[in-house]
């Protein structure tokens, strides 16, 4: 077997490869070069490819002029309260999923699997209602609440495998040397699992980050997540795309670079169950 | 039925205490009853809301019409027309995600410097909101500012400008490329690691034997990744079925009924006309007919489980 040459290697490898990189990256740089364009350029020559032609002027009208930031922070409490409650219920039900053995695990392991299959669009519905008999809607705590629909599942799933794969012997020998239960999980498993209770908040931070409908049909006045605020962004008359574009590059961001910075370990979690088949 | 299995395994075989037999109910209560209030409570209404004539801002005039509002939807042809356009978006979608999935993972799995950096440029589509995809590409497809026309009329493909969004015949087609473009990332890193998980020795032996690079594709990768490609494709057509927030916003389900499918309608139904009984309906016969799709996913899952 011949060593492939470094120009063979570029045409059938870096090449595609480039080209696949861009297909995946240019809609988001051309949304970016579109933010950096001001409005009146905008119209008259279309967007500015060289930096020349760019300014911060739709981020500053961002900023000034709309309640972006207040949408920013509105996101913000929603997502840290998805994160809340979904860890703060799925640990301890990963905990018995991969400890015990007990009648009834089955089924209800997969009535946590069956909720994340379930359409939104039916459960959005009957939670309109609801809430608004119980006037929790256009609050942060109903948004939370619908946010928890997709999380909880998620999160019991994750942490199920993360759990499982710590020895039992662990817990085992801290419950000989006097520990109960629930001191070995809060002293031995709880530390071990910690990056993985990490990523997987992480990426719950990031579906609750981005979720659209359920902002928008549960709140939406009072309490406005920036997916529904870079809509509004859309001007009365026509569509304001510069403004437009800076909104949803600011908007983007927080997700976007949480994404980047623990892509590898979430991949892991989220491809172990899909390969083991 | 033993409840735990005994720390050591020479232990006597001592009745378990009542304390740790309900140890794991007690550990699973809170997450088992959230979703209890959350999701199964919401869905039982949601069936009971369907036997019923309910259009929420005349509450009084709500009245119990048994299956009446399913009689309706099959004598509906916009329910005929979302179904269709149900089957073009499942049937194109993750086929499209899949292919251009498998072949980045291909080209992944290579060696080349920047393969780090590459894989996670080519995630980007991924965590992108889906409001933001959508709105993106509304400003590329836009008939008179779009890029995309920009480009296809500078290279002669088009002689006028495309309506992409406007046009009924084409809409529903554009969707479903913004769409493989926001999920090929999805296949291609679950995809990446079942190739990971294929044995270099397994190439090595086939490329002694004088397997040509397609035979050594077709016995040795294919195979190794089959598992991989049947959970996330199975995984991709419930997540594409259900996600109708991008066609929402990039069409709102227009022109005329062009970009419906069954979830879209079903949402539209209910915000526009706020009309929750028939809106409902939609849901729930959505709901049955991905029913199937489901099933055969958890089949799948928990039959892993049980290893």
Known sequence: ?????????????????????????????????????????????????????????????????????????????????????GLAVAVTAAYAFSRFRFAGRKLLMLQFLLINMFPIVLLILPLFVLMRKAGILDTHFGLILANATVAIPFAVWMLTSYVGAIPKSLDEAAMIDGCSRLTALRRVVLPLTMPGIISTGIYIFITAWNEYLYALTLGGKNVRPVTVAIQTLIGEYQIEWGLLAAGAVVGAMPATLLFLLVQRRLIGGLTQGAVKG | MTATTAPLSTAVTIPTPWSVRLMPYMLLAPAVLVTLFIVFFPMMQAVFTSLYD????????????????????????????????????????????????LLTALLLNREFPWRGLARALIIIPWALPSVVIA?????????????????????????????WLADPRLALYAIIATLTWQGFPFFA?????????????????????????????????????????????????????????????????????ATHTLPLYAFVRARQNLDFGYGTTIAVTFTILLGAIVAVYLARTMREVER
Not at chain 1, 5 to 12: D, N
């Open chain 2, 135 to 163: 709105l993106m590409w509304r400003w590329i497809y836009d008939p008179n500012t779009g890029v995309l026309n920009d480009i296809l009329l500078y290279l002669s493909v088009v002689q006028s400008a495309v309506p």
């Open chain 2, 189 to 257: 890193v679950m995809i990446l690691a079942g190739l990971q998980g294929i044995p270099k020795s397994h190439y090595e032996a086939a490329s002694i034997d004088g397997a040509s690079a397609w035979r050594q594709f077709v016995h040795i990768t294919l195979p190794g990744i089959a598992p991989v490609l049947a959970t996330a494709g199975l995984l991709r057509v419930i997540w594409v079925a259900n996600s109708m927030d991008v066609i929402f916003v990039m069409t709102g389900g227009g022109p005329g009924y």
């Open chain 1, 1 to 85: 077997m011949n060593k492939p040459s470094t120009l063979r290697r570029i045409l059938t490898t870096d090449l595609p490869v480039l080209l696949i990189v861009l297909f995946a990256m240019a809609p988001f740089a051309w949304m970016v070069l579109t933010s950096l364009t001001p409005t009146a350029a905008l119209n008259a020559t279309g967007v500015s490819v060289s930096p020349a032609g760019w300014s911060l002027d739709n981020y500053v009208r961002l900023l000034r002029q709309t309640s972006f930031l207040g949408n920013m922070l509105d996101s913000l409490i929603i997502a840290c309260g998805t994160v809340v409650l």
């Open chain 2, 54 to 101: 309910l259009v929420l801002w005349k509450p009084n005039a709500s009245r119990f019409v048994g299956f009446g509002n399913y009689a309706k939807l099959f004598a509906d042809p916009v329910f005929w027309m979302a179904l269709g356009n149900t089957a073009i978006w499942i049937g194109l979608t993750v086929p499209l995600q899949m292919g251009l999935g």
